[in-house]
């Protein structure tokens, strides 16, 4: 970058940033958001997995759902380690949230997160068993893998490097999902079970992509944070989803 180049100018032409040192006062509060808004879902849906682990209907989806729980426990911390070096305090971030806590089944659907952390308002509601669970990872792991991909050509360098490595387990997490509604949707119960999952998870993760009228899109633009709209991001969520729903035999919800 020349000497009289902005950074902003820097940044909007695509330009990188590698460390705390070179990055603006904004541009560092958006990208502490996005990475906050990271690892609170992590540990938030990890927190609230770990409880379903033993409601698995053998050994096999016991062990994948604790190693998906681990998994994700680790994915947080790789990003909390990169918040740290902005002057996060890493000792004592695991334990200052209520990470288990939760909303009624039958709250609102909104898009706001709690005062107590930045999760995505999907991670707080509750999970309703087995089945419930597996729905709603392999519905929110799609929306995962949308983010991911966005956040893998992010501007700044060390936070992309570190998402490139976490996407193929969480692709995994996803394919693991999907393996366990091909078996459960073999069980009508369990199918009709899945169906109602299906239908009460979609506008719960849906919201996750946030408002079409977001006003934030495009500075966050500019400064290389973000390359697709939210309406973008959710019609590829809608057209994955829809598609493993359709190779199911479930319907998707209008």
Known sequence: MSDDMKIADYLAQGGVLT?????????????????????????????????????????KERIAAAKIVMEKTDHADQILTLMGQFGTNTDRYANYHPWTERLDRDAPIGTNRTNSDMRLAVFNYPLNGWTDAVAMNMLMGKAVGVQLSEYAMISYQPLAEAVRKIMPRETRHTELAEEGMAKLVQDRTQKAALKESVAYWWPRVESSFGSDASNRFEPLQKMGLRKLTNKELRDKWRAEASTVLAGLDLPVPD
């Open 19 to 59: 460390s705390p040192g070179n990055v603006p006062p904004r541009y560092r509060a958006e990208l502490m958001r996005l990475m906050a808004s990271f690892v609170d879902s992590e540990l938030a849906g990890a927190a609230g997995f770990a409880d379903i682990i033993n409601q698995g209907p053998g050994v």
